[in-house]
């Protein structure tokens, strides 16, 4: 066996520089499009010079902060359907910790990315180093082990040599359709820099080739026989229907067997938003029509989703209907005792559809379907074409200014999302005219991932218009990438809502009967204090964007057009009513009511809360 004498480090970065990746149109690619780090005393000597030795075939690139580079690494995994990744350095101790947050994210959303954070000296010899967590029952314990339950795989480099099978076995699952997810390698900052003699066939790695698990035989004729049966059926398309890339054989199955389609916030754009029988968005922030089908379907297959609890109105929202699971992950296939379809969302859709034959719905069931999706989209025009007048807009006037500002190429358009009110109106409002144009993380709901998240998006796509709509609250908690994004030369248009505060919350907390406090600005101002004042334009300027503030939808308008003709990173600022939303669709969702409380609105809420807990599923 041939061997060349390599630092661990070296051997790491030089076998990652080295993975090549199959896409799914039979091209090949590195599998790692970089590696964002920021350098400490836990990783600039040992990993960071074996990064500089690698930074032709590696691209370094340098973030602000720890936690929002991750959310970037991770938002270049799923705006490229977890065909490619990127990895994350750290130094030991804060810049460790940072990365928790975005793990857990790709944790809960089924996204790779490969955390290496620096870690204290294995030897042990210098203890306590500088940033060192010291746990008095625990000597082996540091700041990284906080990532072991936000991680799918984690493991400690100790000695040199066992970097030959731990990465390996970091990148199986990574690229493991079932089990993708956050990988942690904890590198001691002694060990980085310890040599060994390395195989050079440990240099060159084989080629990644992602695997499409087909259906079991017996599961997939228990699965037509328990379609052959329905007469009302409906598709719900997760975010496996996206990563599978299976776009065109949920068209194939929709179409030939006349079954409608409603879409979760991970699966928007499985199908584009004008096919006569896409439904729109299903559940919490769901359409009119698609949660109309729901409570009346008798089997509802889903395909590829978690059936998060914004997705089943809390298992309350097709409670009556069977349950189809058709899933790459064995446990989300089973979830809610639903019969269960293990297989990849495209491999297993051709083989539903080859075994149903003829089968269709029942003909009004159909007819039902394309009504409801084209006055769906009638209303869509509506509320998104509406003029304000004299009132604060609200987020639909502004979604449909971003959405006419693309007019003459709108398939370039890439929105990215997170959290708050926002989410619940693009999700209703959005037209996603091909998969991956709707990139909104709400599986953690971060607040902070949304500029972040656009850098990486940008980073995989850099030939589409990359479309950040974050809330004011969203932007104050991680922003920092603005300035990266200028410095990377990779523009973004980033459209900031300012409704003074946490209007999102603010709304839940009326809902559920208490006084509405501590959620928007000028009600959190004590006797001694001052009113917020912000100045996002400004803040932004100071980052390197051009941005502006704007009075209204026309001017809105305006300096959208001016924001699409420019270069470099622009941020767009209009104040919106915290109060006004869409009203059109949606259904309940379970948050706990206090079963005492003086205020009768308590009482009330929780009365209803008891009344809708009648119809969850069990």
């Known amino acids: 066996m041939n061997t060349v004498r390599l630092t661990m480090a070296q051997a790491l970065v030089r076998h990652l520089a080295a993975l090549r990746v199959e896409l799914a149109d039979g091209s090949v690619a590195p599998y790692l499009g970089g590696v964002f780090s920021i350098f400490g005393h836990g990783n600039v000597a040992g990993l960071g010079e074996a990064l500089w030795a690698e930074r032709e075939r590696l691209p370094t690139l340098r973030a602000h ?18 065909q490619r ?21 790709a944790h809960v ?6 955390l290496l954070p620096g870690d204290v000296f294995a030897s042990r010899a210098p203890d306590p180093v500088l940033q060192q967590l010291e746990d008095f029952h625990h000597g082996d314990w540091s700041a990284n082990d906080a990532l072991r339950p936000v991680c799918r795989y984690f493991d400690r480099i100790t000695r040199p040599e066992q970097i030959l099978a731990a990465l390996p076995r970091a990148i199986q699952v990574m690229t493991d359709p079932a089990l993708c997810g956050p990988v942690c390698l904890a590198l001691p900052q002694d060990v980085q820099t310890e040599a060994f003699d390395c195989p050079e066939d440990f240099l060159a790695p084989p080629l990644i080739r992602l695997r499409r698990p087909p259906p079991d035989p017996q599961e997939l004729h228990h699965a037509a026989a328990l379609l052959r049966g329905a007469r009302r059926p409906l598709v719900v398309a997760g975010g496996g229907v996206l990563y599978s890339q ?13 079954v409608p389609v409603a879409e979760t916030q991970a699966g928007k754009g499985s199908l584009p938003w004008d096919h006569a029988l896409n439904l729109g968005a299903i559940g919490v922030t769901g ?10 379907a008798d089997v509802v297959i889903a395909v590829g989703t978690r059936l998060q609890d914004f997705t089943t109105g809390s298992h309350a929202l097709f409670g009556q209907a069977r349950l189809l699971g058709l899933n790459v992950q064995p446990a989300d296939a089973a979830k809610w005792h639903g019969q269960a379809l293990v297989a990849d969302a495209r491999a297993g859709l051709a083989q539903l559809h080859d075994a149903l ?17 084209e006055r769906w989209r009638t209303r869509v025009s509506e509320l998104t074409s509406a003029d304000p007048g004299d009132a604060l807009p609200y987020d639909a006037e502004v979604i449909g200014a971003v959405r006419d500002s693309a007019a003459d190429s709108p398939q370039r358009d890439i929105v ?50 990359v479309v950040v709509m974050v809330g004011d609250g969203s932007y104050l908690m991680m922003n920092s990438e603005i300035a990266t994004s200028v410095m990377l030369g990779r523009k973004l248009i980033v459209v900031v809502l300012d409704n003074r505060g946490y209007g999102c919350i603010q709304r839940l907390q009326r809902a559920s009967g208490s006084a509405g406090f501590n959620n928007l600005l000028d009600d959190c101002v004590p006797e001694h204090g001052s009113r917020s004042t912000i100045d996002f334009a400004a803040h932004a300027a100071s980052l390197g964007a051009q941005a502006v503030h704007v009075d209204g939808i026309a001017s809105l308008r305006e300096a959208l057009r001016q924001a699409r003709a420019a270069t470099q990173t622009q941020v767009v600022v209009i104040d919106t009513s915290p109060e006004r939303t869409t009203d059109d669709g949606g259904c309940w969702w379970e948050v706990a009511i206090p079963e005492v409380s003086e205020r009768a609105d308590v009482r009330e809420a929780h009365a209803r809360h008891l009344d809708n807990k009648t119809r969850q599923r069990r």
């Open 109 to 114: 959303n089924r996204l790779p990315v490969l």
């Open 416 to 465: 990215v999302c997170a959290a708050g009110t926002l989410p619940a109106e693009l999700h209703k409002l959005w037209r996603a005219g091909a998969p991956g144009a709707y990139h909104v993380e709400y599986g953690y709901s971060c607040m902070g991932y949304e500029i972040a998240g656009g850098l990486g998006v940008k980073l995989a796509r850099p030939e589409r218009e």
């Open 246 to 258: 299976a776009g065109e054989a949920l068209r194939a199955f929709a179409q030939a067997h006349g």
């Open 85 to 105: 990744a990127m990895a994350v350095t750290t130094s030991i101790g804060p810049g460790a910790t940072n990365l928790v947050t975005a793990a857990a994210l």
């Open 287 to 296: 359409s009119p029509g698609a949660n109309a089908l729901a409570r009346e």
């Open 65 to 82: 902060n720890e936690q929002a580079m991750a959310h970037a690494a991770i938002a270049y995994s799923k705006a490229l359907f977890r």
């Open 357 to 373: 034959e003829h089968w269709q719905a029942d003909p009004g069931w159909t007819v039902r379907a394309h009504q409801l999706a």
